[in-house]
C-alpha cells in the first residue's frame, strides 16, 4: 500500500516560514491534499490538487509537488496557523484513499 | 451551505457493534457522487475508513474491510457506517466527509466534514 511520511513537528517564530513535507514514492505524479486540524475540531481544507487554495484560505498558505516530495508552505506564520496538518492522495494502485502521519505546527 | 452531522451511541461494549449515522443538510446527498468516514483515535492522525456512492457503491480501507459496512438511505438523505467486532483499538473520533472530485483527475478531496463523534469502546 502507499505511505505518505510527515515529520511529527515543526516548529517556527511568528512571521518566518513554516514547510511542511509529505513524501511518498513518486507523489508527483498524483494530486495532493492538506488539511488543517485544530485541538478538537474537524479538519478544514486548506491546498487541494497540489496548490490550489479553497476559497477563504489566505494567499499566504501555497503548496507544491514534484518528485518524491509534496510540500505545504505557510508564510508569515501567525499564532493562528498552530495546528496539526494532514496530507491525502489517492492511491490509484488500490483506489483507497491514504492519509500522511501528520505534522504538529508549533509556533514559537 | 453543506452541512453533515454523525450520530449514533457513544459508548459501544467490547465484541459489540458501531453504528453511527452522518445526516446531510442543505443539498442532496445525490448532489455528490461521494461520501467517507474517517477516524482519529485520541491523540493520533486520520485514518481513511472507506466511501460510499450515491448509489451504494462501497470502497473500503483494507484493514478493515471485513467487518465494516457502509449504506446510504436517499429518502433520509443520509448514510451510515457499521463495524462489528470492535475493541478498544476502535475508540476514535469518527468523522462524515464530502467527497469532491477533481476536474479531468482521478482524485477527491474532502471539502465538508462533520464536527465528528466520539465513540468508546470498554465494558
Known amino acids: 500500500s502507499y505511505v505518505l511520511t510527515q515529520p511529527p513537528s515543526v516548529s517556527v517564530a511568528p512571521g518566518q516560514t513554516a514547510r511542511i513535507t509529505c513524501g511518498g514514492n513518486?507523489?508527483?505524479?498524483?494530486?495532493v491534499h492538506w488539511y488543517q486540524q485544530k485541538p478538537g475540531q474537524a479538519p478544514v481544507l486548506v491546498v487541494y490538487d497540489d496548490s490550489d487554495r479553497p476559497s477563504g484560505i489566505p494567499e499566504r498558505v501555497s503548496g507544491s509537488n514534484s518528485g518524491n516530495t509534496a510540500t505545504l508552505t505557510i508564510s508569515r506564520v501567525e499564532a493562528g496557523d498552530e495546528a496539526d496538518y494532514y496530507c491525502q492522495v489517492w492511491d490509484s494502485s488500490t483506489d483507497h484513499q491514504v492519509f500522511g502521519g501528520g505534522t504538529k505546527l508549533t509556533v514559537l | 451551505q453543506l452541512q453533515l452531522q454523525e450520530s449514533g451511541p457513544g459508548l459501544v461494549k467490547p465484541s459489540g457493534t458501531l453504528s453511527l449515522t452522518c445526516a446531510v443538510s442543505g443539498d442532496s446527498i445525490s448532489s455528490s457522487d461521494w461520501w467517507t468516514w474517517v477516524r482519529q483515535p485520541p491523540g493520533k492522525g486520520l485514518e481513511w475508513i472507506g466511501e460510499?456512492?450515491?448509489?451504494?457503491?462501497?470502497n473500503y480501507n483494507p484493514s478493515l474491510r471485513s467487518r465494516v459496512t457502509m449504506s446510504v438511505d436517499k429518502s433520509k438523505n443520509q448514510f451510515s457506517l457499521r463495524l462489528t467486532s470492535v475493541t478498544a483499538a476502535d475508540t476514535a473520533v469518527y468523522y462524515c466527509?464530502?467527497?469532491?472530485?477533481?476536474?479531468?483527475?482521478?482524485?477527491?478531496?474532502?471539502?465538508?466534514w462533520g464536527q465528528g463523534t466520539l465513540v468508546t469502546v470498554s465494558s
Open positions: 513518486n507523489i508527483g505524479t498524483k494530486s
Open positions: 460510499i456512492s450515491h448509489s451504494g457503491s462501497t
Open positions: 466527509a464530502r467527497m469532491h472530485p477533481l476536474d479531468l483527475k482521478p482524485s477527491y478531496y474532502f471539502d465538508s
